[in-house]
């Protein structure tokens, strides 16, 4: 999935005539906390609400004399890489310009969550299993050979790591509720099984808590 079908129509950006308030009212309207600021097409920057409320809500965004992020991706940039910066820089929104670099629209982070949930590997019934390991000894091969000798299959990784430290927590989807056969296997091997989530159990819980705490954010 690329930024480019990814990108929000009604979402129109910031101009630098356009004052602090009009600027306040809508990112209040649009549900986000960042706008991109434009002019003749070509993206200035972002603009978070944050910065604004340092000044006079009367005045232009021309007069602040803000130094802006510029932050954005193109048409072909992967949705992984619009998470990256989403996460790098604690952003709602991530802006889209076109190969002369002029500005063609905006990506929100409920676009992101929206395409997340569609995807396949959310919607195939299945359990969680994560482990824990040196990122040295990470072996997606390995790990789903043992996984297909119980008769299952993995439909989605996630690796986390720490780059200051050599642990990695590796997150896998497979495609069975019934995993005990799959943790014993996994764990007779010398993996370490740190968690094991039935689907309905992770999606009631887990996924509960980790959307509550998003929402909550996001709200901030």
């Not at 910066?85 to 982070?109: C, N």
């Not at 019934?178 to 010398?190: H, K, N, Q, T, Y």
């Amino acid at each position: 999935m690329t930024a480019g079908s990814l990108i929000s129509a009604v979402i129109q950006p910031l101009q630098l005539k356009d004052t602090g308030l009009f600027a306040i009212e809508r990112m209040s309207e649009y549900c986000v906390r960042h706008l991109p600021l434009v002019d003749d097409q070509q993206l200035l920057g972002l603009v978070s609400e944050d910065e604004i409320m340092n000044y006079d809500l009367n005045d232009t965004i021309e007069s602040f004399g803000l130094h802006f992020n510029r932050p954005y991706v193109s048409g072909h940039h992967h949705m992984y890489e619009i998470l990256r910066l989403m996460a790098d820089f604690r952003l709602s929104v991530v802006p889209v310009v076109d190969k002369e670099d002029k500005y063609i629209g905006i990506i929100t982070q409920e676009d992101i969550l929206s395409q997340l949930g569609n995807m396949g590997s959310f919607t195939v019934p299945g359990s969680i299993i994560v482990l824990e390991m040196n990122r040295k000894d990470y072996s997606l091969a390995r790990i789903s050979s043992i996984i297909e000798q119980e008769n299952a299959a993995v439909i989605s990784t996630f690796i986390t790591s720490d780059l200051k430290s050599s642990q990695a927590e590796v997150t896998l989807k497979v495609n069975k509720k019934d995993i005990s056969r799959i943790v014993a296997s996994l764990e007779r091997f010398g993996f370490d099984v740190r968690a094991s989530f039935h689907e309905s159990d992770y999606l009631n819980e887990s996924i509960k808590e980790r959307y509550e705490s998003l929402m909550f954010y996001l709200n901030v």
